[in-house]
């Protein structure tokens, strides 16, 4: 199996980080925080709202009492994740998995400038999931929505992309077949 290129993962990563700063710059530039306004309201009501929040913790604002200590903390998590990730890059098998670390660098770039320059995250999408789980789902930004997806790509990685190492002495139906036509060529 030959190696996937791995340079559309930071053409990916590019994109989601202009696209997720372009957004969220718009989002402070036009929305006051804590203000919303609906999106589409004739049709779905106040299920989708343009909400600016500035989100100091983590996921589902879970984090610290302090926003100095959650700034420290998300900030070098980030940074020793992201050097987690650039491995993995270097190590992927598949082009989801290029695709989906693209999708993760970008994302995780996205919100990591955001707590260095603000403090915390900007989050503007306000989706309401009728009961469930919750009354109304946590704001997010395009940030979290790729590494969402990244998520969902290497789960299904996992699961469908039959990677597993051969036990020793085994080979796989391609290399047999490969066998054969050397031997007979022979």
Do not use: W
């Not at 009492?65 to 491995?87: E, Q």
């Not at 036990?167 to 066998?179: D, N, V």
């Amino acid at each position: 199996m030959t190696k996937p290129r791995i340079a559309p993962a930071f053409l990916i990563m590019m994109i989601v980080l202009l696209a997720d700063q372009i957004t969220k710059l718009l989002v402070r530039l036009n929305l006051e925080l804590y203000h919303s306004i609906p999106v589409l309201s004739g049709l779905f009501g106040d299920t989708f709202l343009l909400t600016h929040v500035n989100n100091t913790g983590a996921a589902f604002s879970i984090g610290f009492p302090s926003d100095a200590l959650n700034r420290v903390f998300f900030i070098s998590i980030t940074v020793l994740a992201l050097i987690f990730i650039v491995y993995l890059l270097f190590q992927s098998k598949h082009r989801i998995q290029v695709f989906a670390f693209g999708l993760v660098l970008g994302g995780a770039i996205g919100n990591l400038i955001d707590r260095i320059i603000h403090g915390g995250v900007t989050d503007f999408i306000n989706v309401d999931f009728p009961d469930f789980i919750m009354p109304r789902f946590p704001v997010f930004n395009l940030a979290d929505s790729a590494i969402f997806i990244a998520v969902c790509l290497l789960i299904i990685d996992m699961i469908f992309i039959k990677d597993a190492p051969l036990a020793e002495g085994e080979s796989s139906a391609k290399e047999q077949q490969l066998k054969e036509i050397i031997t007979k060529e022979i």
